[in-house]
Nanobody, 116 residues
Framework: QVQLVESGGGLVQQGGSLRLSCAAS????????IGWFRQAPGKEREGVSC????????NYADSVKGRFTISRDNAKNTVNLEMNNLKPEDTAIYYC?????????WGQGTQVTVSS
């Protein structure tokens, strides 16, 4: 059974940093791309970053380029999102997700709040 568990969220001041982790189980992490998404109150869920399974290529939303870094540790079955220079507009629930064949699975999310 595919399971994703996010951790590392919290309250931080503008300009601060947080490191989110996504612990995966129930599938072989090496083979699949993992994405981080976020949803702010009253807004649609949006993609933040993703990392591929094979060549570990990465992509970022324009709004986080240069501030966020995604990485994966297949030995530990985790995907991390290092977030620096956080802004109030980064406030949201952050989710990690994986698409296996036609089924997309999500974690429960972790809250990130950035105060100004």
């Amino acid at each position: 059974q595919v399971q994703l568990v996010e951790s590392g969220g919290g309250l931080v001041q503008q300009g601060g940093s947080l490191r989110l982790s996504c612990a995966a189980s129930g599938f072989t992490l090496d083979y699949y791309a993992i994405g981080w998404f976020r949803q702010a109150p009253g807004k649609e869920r949006e993609g933040v970053s993703c990392i591929s399974g094979v060549d570990r290529s990465t992509n970022y939303a324009d709004s986080v380029k240069g501030r966020f870094t995604i990485s994966r540790d297949n030995a530990k079955n985790t995907v991390n999102l290092e977030m620096n220079n956080l802004k109030p507009e980064d406030t949201a629930i952050y989710y990690c997700s994986v698409l296996i064949v036609t089924r997309r699975s999500w974690g429960q999310g972790t809250q990130v709040t950035v105060s100004s």
